[in-house]
């Protein structure tokens, strides 16, 4: 099992650095994340059966760990005015400014309309974005409305 | 930025990569550096205490206090480990829910019960604390100012500990309100 576990995992390893990058502003948050989401995803796993995409239920336990996992607050909050120096996990690949630009927009965005948004711009479909968080199919498309606005200003400042 | 831009962006992004062997040694350790924090402060907490349990008659003369009041400081520390072995086995599992929505409202109550039942422990161990060690002191001056430092101490300890929980049931307070159906 650990051997099919890890090859998902690996496969699908994006979409954590991802929900990483939404949810956390240093790297250092990043890589403490992505380690628990690991942790999490493994203690999980058995109890996957199959019922959704593998993407999906990656997705739903990454976006959870994110937004629930006890983690101590930072006396400084910070907001950004103007868009922060390229900020990411280790990698080879160079970040481009408007990747920069783009996490830096959603990180404006309350919890849960990140975990709306990311899974609509990963080409979810309404009834799939409803599955994983839980909202109606009709809540969903009120809120992506709201948020691409929201995005637009925050885009434009 | 278009959306079809922001769409290209999010979808190529997330280029950073683990080897499998990496993946593999991050199952092995428990949880993010907060929860292992916490852990070792639970093994090292226990640890202490059960010594403090094992020793507390010798040194602090056990023999001369009252049955009631080692009985009760027994129950305490025993009540203060059980308190943070079922705390962390709480906090440590995050998912309780086949979506998003109702596993942050299950862990919302979870923390909610665990913050009471924590508060309430923490004040019965102050309380198993006090009663041993002042159960059979002729009270002095010096001897209660010594008592009431003990008592602010205490107070001021859980004023801390009600902090940190309140900021972390409201962070999660604030998440099940920005799921809820507007």
Not at chain 1, 110 to 135: C, H, K, M, Q, W
């Amino acid at each position: 099992m650990e051997k099919e576990f890890l090859e998902t995992v690996h496969e699908h390893q994006k979409i954590i650095h991802k929900v990483c990058r939404l949810y956390r502003d240093t790297k250092e948050d990043q890589e403490d994340l992505l380690q628990e989401i690991v942790y999490q995803l493994w203690k999980s796993f058995p109890s996957f059966k199959g019922e959704s995409k593998i993407s999906s239920w990656i997705y739903r336990i990454a976006l959870n760990t994110a937004m629930a996992v006890y983690r101590k607050r930072k006396l400084m909050v910070r907001n950004y005015e103007t868009v922060p120096e390229p900020n990411h996990l280790t990698g080879e690949n160079t970040i481009s400014e408007n990747e920069e630009r783009l996490f830096w927009a959603l990180r404006k965005l309350n919890d849960a309309e990140r975990s709306v948004i990311a899974l609509f711009l990963e080409e979810y479909s309404y009834p799939e974005i409803a599955a994983i968080t839980g909202l109606s199919e009709s809540n969903v498309g009120v809120r992506l409305n709201r948020i691409k606005t929201k995005l637009k200003i925050i885009l434009n400042q | 930025m278009e959306l079809n831009d922001l769409k290209s962006n999010w979808q190529n992004a997330g280029g950073a990569s683990k080897s499998e062997s990496d993946l593999q040694k991050m199952t092995k350790i428990a949880g993010s550096s907060a929860m292992q924090r916490l852990r070792k402060k639970l093994v090292i907490e226990s640890i202490a205490l059960l010594m403090f349990s094992l020793v507390y008659y010798d040194w602090f003369d056990g023999d001369k206090k009252p049955v009631y009041a080692n009985v009760l400081l027994l129950s305490g520390v025993l009540l203060y480990i059980l308190n943070d072995v079922i705390g962390y086995i709480a906090i440590s599992n995050p998912i309780s829910g086949l979506n998003l929505k109702l596993s942050i409202q299950n862990y919302l109550q979870r923390v909610r019960h665990l913050f009471m039942f924590s508060l309430i422990i923490s004040v019965l161990y102050g309380i198993s604390l006090l009663v041993f060690f002042s159960s059979v002191i002729h009270f002095t001056k010096e001897k209660g100012l010594l008592l009431a430092g003990l008592i602010a101490t205490l107070s001021l300890m859980y004023f801390l500990s009600f902090r940190i929980w309140n900021s972390w049931l409201a962070n999660l307070r604030r998440q099940a309100k920005d799921f809820e159906s507007e």
